[in-house]
T-cell receptor, first 106, second 114 residues
Framework: GIQVEQSPPDLILQEGANSTLRCNFS?????LQWFHQNPWGQLINLFY???GTKQNGRLSATTVATERYSLLYISSSQTTDSGVYFC????????FGTGTSLTVIP | DTAVSQTPKYLVTQMGNDKSIKCEQN?????MYWYKQDSKKFLKIMFS???????INETVPNRFSPKSPDKAHLNLHINSLELGDSAVYFC?????????????FGSGTRLTVV
């Protein structure tokens, strides 16, 4: 299956700081998604982004499929951004990365 | 209305018991999935159903048996529960088997086997 690696594994930010999370995948994919798992365990779909760039408020994502990576940008971080961020890449089924655990401190 | 709903949210049971987790989606999606999230937060697919037919069956013990009475429901039955089955189980759905559409996840079922 597709290998999906995320970095960094852990990240601690002061509220208001910006960050970039990276997702590398081992093979060509036709689908990529970013998810946020909040401290209550709920998985929330952030972006469906097989290629290109999308923005949603303080979050944006870019996928460069030819180079097999995707980036998630978080600007002006808030404590509610804390949780685990997963990327999942798919050709025929989704494979998840191991996640980036983000803690935003006030 | 919840798009993908799972019941129960929490399940505590003894070793050796048989239990079921139910999942329903009201999105009109034709593909549904079961994922297992272990204690290290790693998410791994277990099963995928498209229009009530099994598409993906990853290497899981045959004590786990999915059942899809219709394309809006995918239930997971687990026989002879073991301690190692403790995890969070997520149901998800998507619009097309080819995965050209994103996933929507349920809120998860935390299973604890004692």
């Amino acid at each position: 299956g597709i290998q999906v690696e995320q970095s960094p594994p852990d990240l601690i930010l002061q509220e208001g700081a910006n960050s970039t999370l990276r997702c590398n995948f081992s093979d060509s994919v036709n689908n990529l998604q970013w998810f946020h798992q909040n401290p209550w365990g709920q998985l929330i779909n952030l972006f469906y982004i097989p290629s290109g760039t999308k923005q949603n408020g303080r979050l944006s994502a870019t996928t460069v499929a030819t180079e097999r990576y995707s980036l998630l940008y978080i600007s002006s971080s808030q404590t509610t951004d804390s949780g685990v961020y997963f990327c999942a890449a798919s050709l025929y089924q989704f494979y998840f990365g191991t996640g980036t655990s983000l803690t935003v401190i006030p | 209305d919840t798009a993908v709903s799972q019941t129960p949210k929490y399940l505590v049971t003894q070793m050796g018991n048989d239990k079921s987790i139910k999942c329903e989606q009201n999105l009109g999606h034709d593909t549904m999935y079961w994922y297992k999230q272990d204690s290290k937060k790693f998410l791994k697919i277990m099963f995928s159903y498209n229009n009530k037919e099994l598409i993906i069956n990853e290497t899981v013990p045959n004590r786990f048996s999915p059942k899809s009475p219709d394309k809006a429901h995918l239930n997971l039955h687990i026989n002879s529960l073991e301690l190692g089955d403790s995890a969070v189980y997520f149901c998800a759905s998507s619009q097309a088997q080819s995965n050209n559409y994103g996933y929507t996840f349920g809120s998860g079922t935390r299973l604890t086997v004692v």
